[in-house]
């Protein structure tokens, strides 16, 4: 009875030795890492990021009007293949002086890029008064492209510049005429600086000087181009032509 107890002790405590021993060579043993097969598809933004692949990225640090017309101009510049026909059709903003200002900016930087081919603004004025829209005004992609094909354009430039918080944000849009396809677009946000502002403010209009009438027996003399005598009207004329 002694002898079978001692050797099922002895059993026990190989099999114990036995457990000890096989949790100690898998603790050793290391841990497998998961690694991005770079080959396959990417699912999700922290992919990409590991992945080291370049996004377009919206600029959203404020800078100066011209700084910015400058940025987007340079956009273009990258973006279109040499010797493109180019026409900027359209800027809306609050003010008309606005919108004119960026669109003759980025014709200036386009054309003295010397690469492209670029329609002046004159030329949209006849095609601006047929369809009756506005440089300044919102215009959908229909009417753009319209326009663009008219003008004999390969790629449209539109845009936007509007009110973003406490600053402004300049859209830019490059559009293929023939396929209506966005080649790409890029926003910039714009401080008030005092070109931005002296743009928003609405002309100034000269005040116009009161007319005064001085009646001398017959004769009611005005300070316009005109004298009334009698009911009779006669033209002023400059002095020393005899008046």
Not at 24 to 35: E, H, N
Not at 99 to 128: K, P
Not at 155 to 171: A, C, K, Q
């Amino acid at each position: 009875m002694v002898s079978v107890l001692r050797m099922e002790g002895v059993r026990i405590g190989i099999s114990f030795f036995s457990l000890i021993f096989l949790l100690f060579c898998c603790a050793s043993q290391p841990v497998p890492q998961l690694t991005l097969n770079r080959k396959t598809p990417i699912a999700n933004y922290s992919q990409i990021l590991d992945a080291n692949m370049e996004m377009p990225v919206p600029d959203y640090r404020p800078d100066q009007l011209d700084d910015v017309v400058r940025k987007g101009s340079d956009y273009i510049i990258s973006t279109l293949p040499l010797k493109t026909r180019i026409g900027v059709v359209n800027m809306n903003s609050p003010s008309v002086n606005l919108s004119y200002y960026v669109i003759d900016s980025v014709i200036m930087h386009l054309v003295n890029n010397g690469n492209f081919v670029v329609i002046e603004r004159s030329e949209l004025d006849a095609i601006q008064r047929e369809q009756k829209y506005q440089l300044s005004g919102e215009v959908s992609d229909e009417t753009a492209v319209s326009i663009g094909k008219q003008l004999g354009t390969q790629m449209i430039i539109t845009g936007s510049i509007l009110p973003f918080g406490s600053d402004y944000s300049l859209r830019l849009k490059i559009t293929d005429v023939q396929t209506t396809q966005i080649i790409g677009t890029n926003i910039y946000t714009v401080k008030p600086d005092s070109v931005l502002l002296s743009l928003l403010k609405p002309p100034v209009e000269e005040p116009k000087i009161a007319q005064q009438t001085v009646i001398i027996g017959d004769v009611n003399i005005t300070n316009n181009n005109t004298t009334t005598i009698q009911g009779d009207v006669y033209v002023n004329m400059p002095k020393g032509l005899g008046w």
